[in-house]
């Protein structure tokens, strides 16, 4: 073994070994920092509990305890970061059931979910995931358990009490659809009209962005994948691998509404792969049309009826109207509710 052989496979040790405490150390801190956030909150509660006069005591209290702590500890202890503790207990009053594969900037956010089910959803996706703050706040932002509840029209309260227990849970195709796809990560703008190959081309070039909207265990396999018959070639326009589902997934992007055309062209690659590309250990193809609008009767004859997995979707290119979305989901559950009388 000569010096630069021997100096390369040492450096590239001491890295992997560097590389491995910081990340044992990081895990220590935030294991530490989440449980004395946890115990300060505690304290507070408990401080209040106490009190005769406890609006005035919380209120007068976190300034002053705030002041003291920055004063001796430096930052971290702001009014309204003491408030979060104090709710980060009250919200957890079971240390063990805080992750420690979470952040604190990643509880911070789930606090400011006052619904217990979609608070314990988009936890539960963050740890399933390993969302950084930032992905898990697009998530919340772009109203992911909405959606999921919207995608099937059939939202029910046992749907909504299984997406809070154990997040979404793949086990047949439908279970990976969302009703709208949110695209805005793109910068698109909302009312322009544009080519199905611009909007491929613009999907490869933010592809980790359409993962994580795609979901977990999806895996980029290529654009315009040929598929030839009887000497004629055809492309699918984007397919992708499911980990979970053991199955390819082949994508059409459609920048009008849906048409029964697309229905049959996309049955024939399904067809296509189950019997060319498939191996033994594939789940049947699932297909997906991507488009701008869907006419739910229009849609309902189209894909009845089908032996393959095909469903159509609409997707946007701005983040949707929460408050829509959540009278949306309501109104489904009112009508769940009605029937069940």
């Known amino acids: 073994m000569d010096g630069l ?3 390369t496979s040492m450096i590239q040790e001491i890295k992997e070994l560097l590389s491995s405490t910081r ?9 530490e920092l989440l449980s004395t956030y946890w115990n300060v909150g505690r304290i507070i509660v408990e401080h209040e509990q106490n009190s005769q006069e406890r609006a005035a005591y919380g209120k007068q209290t976190l300034k002053a305890l705030s002041k003291e702590l920055t004063k001796e500890f430096g930052k971290g202890f702001s009014v309204s970061n003491l ?4 709710r980060f207990y009250q919200t957890y009053q079971i240390q063990q059931t805080v992750s420690v594969k979470l952040s604190w900037s990643h509880y911070c956010e789930l606090l400011t979910i006052s619904d217990d089910e979609k608070r314990r959803f988009y936890e539960k996706e963050a740890i399933n995931y390993g ?3 930032r992905e898990m706040k697009r998530q919340i932002a772009t109203s992911l358990y909405e959606r999921l509840l919207l995608s099937d029209g059939k939202a029910n309260k046992a749907k909504i009490l299984a997406l809070a227990e154990k997040g979404i849970e793949m086990t047949q195709p439908v279970d990976m659809i969302k009703d709208p796809y949110v695209f805005e990560f793109l910068g698109l703008p909302e009312n322009k009209s544009l080519m199905e190959s611009d909007l491929e081309k613009a999907l490869v070039e933010q592809i980790e962005k359409f993962l994580l909207e795609l979901g977990r265990g999806f895996m980029f396999v290529g654009t315009q994948q040929r598929v030839t018959l009887n000497n004629t070639h055809y492309y699918v326009d984007m397919v ?21 055309e697309a229905v049959g062209q996309l049955n024939m690659y399904l067809n296509y792969y189950a019997a060319e590309v498939n191996d033994e250990h594939d789940n049947p193809p699932i297909g997906i049309i991507l488009c701008t609008d869907k006419d739910s009767v229009a ?31 309501e109104t489904v ?5 009605n029937d069940e009388k």
Not at 317 to 324: R, W
């Open 240 to 260: 992708f691998y499911n980990k979970i589902l053991r199955a390819y997934v082949l994508i059409e992007l459609k920048t009008v509404k849906l048409m029964p």
């Open 333 to 337: 559950l009112q009508e769940w509710h």
């Open 131 to 133: 969302w950084s703050i």
């Open 83 to 86: 408030q979060f503790m104090r």
């Open 23 to 31: 990340q044992r150390i990081a895990v220590q801190v935030n294991t």
């Open 299 to 329: 849609a309902e004859y189209a894909l009845g009826g089908l032996s393959n997995n095909i469903f159509a979707s609409r997707y946007v290119s701005y983040i949707p109207n929460k408050e829509q979305l959540i009278d949306q989901v």
């Open 5 to 7: 052989t021997y100096t």
